[in-house]
């Protein structure tokens, strides 16, 4: 658990690996963050409310979450929130968020109930997919490597809408294999991370990976010059 107090004039910055414990043991009590966030992505914010074994719970506390540009004034309203027990998983709450410029996020956490327990903790991700590398692949595919935070174990990719073959999975890093272009589809395609489905949290880089289609021109071309 955080051993310092947030507010929203001063946020913790989100842990490395995207996940942490929280606790709001208090009447009023809210927990902050901030992050960096490139433009073009899509992140998602989960928090499942635990009991004292860490067990999720749907009757203790009901986290909701709320997100905002992180040069707004305290007390504006939020560019998205997400209600307390908003999920399908025991004790979830998710927010999913897109951006359309490079920026930095504040993240609130508060209990819907307001009243306040020492047993009303909760466990917190965000899935966030950064950015990727190389950023162009030949049309038949292959390796690649995506960072950002909150990947988990059980992840998935998608590279425009079709499964990649995951290699390695870390909580910064996942690597996996590229399918070869779809025909017919030129120019960029988006890179998906979905977590279990159960849980909503997806992260996407929009025209994350170019296909390069040089070769298959110039092979045409050279088919097109016998005849």
Same mark, same amino acid.
């Given at each position: 658990?955080?051993?310092?107090? %947030?507010?929203?004039? %001063?946020?913790?910055?989100?842990?490395?690996?995207?996940?942490?414990?929280?606790?709001?043991?208090?009447?009023?009590?809210?927990?902050?963050?901030?992050?960096?966030?490139?433009?073009?992505?899509?992140?998602?914010?989960?928090?499942?409310? @635990?009991?004292?074994?860490?067990?999720?719970?749907?009757? !203790?506390?009901?986290?909701?979450?709320?997100?905002?540009? +992180?040069?707004?004034?305290? *007390? @504006?309203?939020?560019?998205? &929130?997400?209600?307390?027990?908003?999920?399908?998983? !025991? *004790?979830?709450?998710?927010?999913?968020?897109? @951006?359309? +410029?490079?920026?930095?996020?504040?993240? *609130?956490?508060?209990?819907?109930?307001?009243?306040?327990?020492?047993? =009303?903790? =909760?466990? $917190?991700?965000? #899935?966030?997919?950064?950015?990727?590398?190389? #950023?162009? #692949?030949? &049309?038949? $595919?292959?390796?690649?490597?995506?960072?950002?935070? $909150?990947?988990?174990?059980?992840? @998935?990719? #998608?590279?425009?809408?079709?499964?990649?073959?995951?290699?390695?999975?870390?909580?910064?890093?996942?690597?996996?294999?590229?399918? +070869?272009?779809?025909?017919?589809?030129?120019?960029?395609?988006?890179?998906?991370?979905?977590?279990?489905?159960?849980? =909503?949290?997806?992260?996407?880089?929009?025209?994350?990976?170019? =296909?390069?289609?040089?070769?298959?021109?110039?092979?045409? !071309?050279?088919?097109?010059?016998?005849?």
């Amino acid at each position: 658990f955080p051993t310092r107090r %947030s507010s929203d004039l %001063s946020p913790h910055l989100f842990p490395v690996s995207g996940m942490w414990a929280g606790r709001l043991s208090q009447v009023g009590q809210n927990d902050w963050f901030t992050f960096p966030v490139r433009s073009g992505r899509t992140f998602t914010v989960v928090t499942i409310a @635990t009991d004292e074994a860490g067990v999720p719970t749907n009757t !203790k506390a009901i986290p909701a979450l709320g997100v905002w540009d +992180a040069f707004e004034p305290a *007390g @504006t309203s939020p560019a998205g &929130a997400g209600a307390g027990l908003n999920g399908w998983a !025991k *004790g979830e709450s998710w927010l999913r968020v897109s @951006t359309s +410029a490079d920026d930095v996020i504040r993240m *609130g956490i508060a209990d819907q109930r307001g009243d306040g327990r020492p047993d =009303y903790s =909760y466990s $917190g991700w965000v #899935l966030y997919a950064d950015t990727i590398s190389p #950023l162009r #692949l030949p &049309a038949a $595919g292959g390796p690649f490597v995506i960072h950002g935070m $909150g990947f988990r174990m059980a992840d @998935t990719v #998608l590279v425009g809408g079709r499964p990649a073959v995951v290699t390695s999975i870390s909580p910064n890093q996942i690597t996996a294999i590229a399918p +070869a272009a779809t025909p017919g589809v030129t120019g960029s395609v988006d890179v998906e991370v979905d977590d279990q489905p159960i849980y =909503y949290a997806a992260a996407i880089i929009s025209g994350g990976i170019s =296909y390069d289609r040089s070769e298959e021109r110039r092979v045409g !071309k050279e088919c097109r010059s016998r005849w």
